[in-house]
């Protein structure tokens, strides 16, 4: 499902012009400020769609059963939201009690406090510290110079004065209540609506996006909406489920261990999961800090550490890649700079949805072609192939991190696989640029010494050779430096291989050859034309008598086409390999006619 733009691979992307570029980035000014200025309807909206992704399989599932699709959504949807009430209920409980109870652990935290004091043997950095922050906090709760104090009575002193408000009324009680509610019970019915509606008009509003995204390709525009659709319905469930499986083993764990409020923390483990990177950490902290001053000893503190030492890492590097693959298709520094920008954009409500909106992002990078910058800059598919970053490192002339990108490469496949499919295709790349002027002979000369540094800090091979008797081997260059970095590449294979090859820059060609000599390979990334080829084995034959010839042209696609006087044409080295090891025909000798025969 690759995003790549149609046409010859190259690492020198299209450019935008300055214009384009002006409004590219205006365009993403303004949709950032309305995202800003509007956070108090599209949060909603945003939690919306999701919450629809996670809800669309579950209907499906109904509709398969024949259940009618109105029912089937009106359904889910009020079940689900009088769920999520329900526990918002529990949970203001939960959190009501534990703030009614915090003050009778105060004796449990102070006892803790001395008994760690204890322990460091009256360290005077602690005992400092600590009386820090009781001056602080006997600051805090000190009155300012006169408050609750009248005017100075005839002896000196101040006369405390009593101000007393009148008992609210009715009126007055319930604006007292209804106000902190009214605002997320106007989201939570925001919400509800819109998922209702969009999950009754699933259909229409699909058809709505295949007509603005391109009607011109009906076909490719609705098999990458349905790809998409599809694909985040079940990561978002399954992220949903993980989670909330999550949260409940948290909470039956500190509920067996004794932990006041385990449904709070279950409910917090479950929600804070959902916050990349520190949301596990955090969601185990709460509990633990809880505990340290609720335990009026050790033994439940040892315990919550150990279940959160066991269950998260068992979650996260066990069960989450057996459910969804091993990564959400998000770079990790994506998922920093998506939570960052979130978070900053739309508060805590963007931090929780930063993991789902930037996924949502990646995907339709990856099927609209003109959103291919989002998969580029937020997924986790490499952004180079193998043979661009071979090409790019051989720029820079950095054979060790070429190197080091081989050695991997070479634990999951073979060398020709890594010649023919890696460094192949990355001399091509240079060859195309040399053709068209962007890279100087210089530059050329600087490629050849990189690639042949690469291969000599290339691990050692355990390629066999097929069995039959291998001659010396010459490869010669055919014109410039890029040809003799392919000669290099082919001699060090067959040199792995156990066969006995050299090589000539082109300024050698036709220097006289070695009678031993028997195979000469003539390499070609620079244009190998019928006549240069003609005009080279002619001198080849004139100056060290007859070779068997093997042209290796390395651009040409799929088979290369063998000319009179060679002995084969090969475009690739695993082909070379066949073609030197291939036993030579022996040409059949005519038998004698016999006196008398007819």
């Given at each position: ?343 900053w954009l739309w508060g805590p409500i963007g931090l929780l949805l930063s993991t789902p909106l930037t996924l949502c992002l990646v995907v339709l990078g990856r099927h609209v072609e003109s959103l291919g910058f989002l998969d580029v800059a937020l997924g986790d598919r490499p952004p180079l192939s193998d043979s661009e970053l071979l090409y790019q490192r051989l720029l820079a002339a950095d054979p060790l991190e070429a190197a080091a990108t081989a050695e991997e490469y070479l634990r999951q496949h073979d060398i020709d696989a890594y010649c023919d499919e890696v460094v192949l295709p990355a001399l091509r790349l240079a060859q195309r640029d040399a053709a ?163």
């Amino acid at each position: 499902m690759s995003m790549l733009q149609p046409g010859e691979p190259s690492i020198h992307g299209p450019v935008l012009p300055g214009r384009d570029q002006f409004l590219t980035f205006f365009a993403a000014i303004a949709i950032v400020t309305v995202l800003y200025v509007g956070r108090e309807v599209f949060v909603p909206i945003a939690v919306a769609i999701l919450l629809s992704f996670v809800l669309a399989p579950v209907i499906l599932v109904l509709r398969r059963i024949r259940v009618p699709r109105t029912p089937a959504v009106v359904a889910v949807v009020i079940i689900t939201f009088v769920g999520l009430l329900a526990l918002g209920g529990v949970l203001a409980l939960q959190v009501t009690d534990l703030v009614s109870e915090l003050p009778k652990y105060r004796l449990n935290l102070t006892e803790k406090i001395r008994s760690i004091k204890e322990a460091t043997g009256g360290s005077g950095t602690f005992e400092r510290t600590m009386d820090m922050l009781q001056d602080l906090g006997r600051e805090i709760e000190a009155p300012q110079a006169g408050q609750g104090l009248g005017e100075a009575n005839t002896d000196g002193k101040p006369v405390p004065v009593e101000i007393r408000e009148p008992p609210p009324g009715t009126l007055g009680t319930l604006s007292a209540v209804m106000s902190p509610l009214l605002h997320p019970l106007a989201t939570f019915g925001i919400v509800f609506i819109f998922v209702l509606f969009i999950l009754l008009q699933r259909e229409d509003l699909r058809n709505r996006f295949v007509r603005l995204a391109g009607a011109h390709d009906m076909q490719r525009t609705t098999a990458a909406l349905d790809d998409a659709a599809s694909r985040l319905s079940r990561f978002f469930l399954a992220q949903v489920a993980l989670n909330a499986s999550f949260g409940t083993v948290i909470g039956l764990g500190l509920w067996i261990i004794g932990v006041p409020s385990p449904l709070l923390w279950g409910l917090a483990a479950a929600v804070l999961r959902f916050v990349p990177y520190v949301g596990a950490a955090v969601a185990a902290a709460l509990p633990f800090a809880f505990v340290l001053a609720v335990d009026p000893g050790w033994s439940m503190v040892a315990a919550t550490a150990a279940l959160f030492l066991v269950i998260e890492p068992l979650v996260g590097h066990v069960i989450e890649p057996l459910i969804y693959g091993r990564s959400t298709g998000l770079s990790p520094v994506a998922v920093i700079a998506a939570a960052t920008f979130w978070t900053w954009l739309w508060g805590p409500i963007g931090l929780l949805l930063s993991t789902p909106l930037t996924l949502c992002l990646v995907v339709l990078g990856r099927h609209v072609e003109s959103l291919g910058f989002l998969d580029v800059a937020l997924g986790d598919r490499p952004p180079l192939s193998d043979s661009e970053l071979l090409y790019q490192r051989l720029l820079a002339a950095d054979p060790l991190e070429a190197a080091a990108t081989a050695e991997e490469y070479l634990r999951q496949h073979d060398i020709d696989a890594y010649c023919d499919e890696v460094v192949l295709p990355a001399l091509r790349l240079a060859q195309r640029d040399a053709a068209r002027g962007a890279l100087d002979s210089e530059r050329q000369g600087k490629v050849k010494e990189t690639i042949a540094a690469l291969l000599e800090h290339l691990p050692e091979g355990e390629e066999e050779m097929p069995q039959s008797e291998a001659p010396p081997i010459v490869v010669l260059s055919a014109r410039s430096a890029l040809d003799e970095a392919a000669a290099l590449v082919l001699a060090h294979r067959l040199r792995e291989g156990g066969i006995p090859a050299d090589t000539r820059p082109a300024a050698g060609m036709f220097a006289p050859l070695e009678e031993s000599a028997e195979v000469v390979v003539l390499s070609y990334l620079s244009p190998a034309t019928p006549a240069h080829r003609r005009y080279t084995i002619r001198r080849l034959n004139r100056n060290a008598g007859q070779h068997r010839v093997i042209v290796a042209d390395w651009m040409a696609e799929g088979t290369a086409t063998q000319l009179q006087g060679e002995s084969a044409a090969v475009s690739s080295v695993a082909a070379a390999v066949e073609s030197i090891c291939a036993p030579v025909p022996v040409p059949a000798t005519p038998e004698p006619r016999r006196l008398g025969a007819a």
